[in-house]
């Protein structure tokens, strides 16, 4: 799906996470819950050795990538993609917003 130097990152729907890896090391993965329009990312982690390779990166633009594609909004639990679409604002279109305004 998505090359970042040797990243590469593709979708493994059967575990409900996106997959980072370098050549067949497992680099990185965001897990994530699936709606028919919704894709809420909930976590990111990336493996120590790859950490400060753009991993992180590659991870959150494959990802939003596929979403676009997919025609799905996104809903940014996970606080390292909520970081990355904020300071990649060609990805703010894609963020959820409820209808709602209730509150608790």
């Known amino acids: 799906m998505t090359a970042a130097g040797d990243i590469v990152v593709?979708?493994?729907?059967?575990?409900h996470r996106y997959k980072a890896r370098s050549g067949t090391d497992l680099a990185g993965f965001v897990a994530y819950?699936?709606?028919?329009?919704?894709?809420?990312?909930?976590?990111?982690?990336?493996?120590?050795a790859y950490e400060g390779r753009g991993v992180g990166s590659a991870l959150a633009r494959g990802v939003l990538d596929e979403a676009r594609a997919s025609g799905l909004r996104v809903l940014a639990?996970?606080?390292?993609?909520?970081?990355w679409i904020t300071k990649h604002p060609e990805y703010e279109d894609l963020r959820y917003e409820p209808d709602s305004k209730v509150t608790d």
Request: aromatic share 4%; charged share 25%.
């Open 10 to 15: 593709t979708d493994a729907p059967d575990a």
């Open 33 to 48: 819950l699936r709606a028919p329009e919704l894709i809420a990312l909930v976590h990111t982690e990336v493996e120590p």
């Open 77 to 83: 639990i996970c606080p390292f993609i909520d970081g």
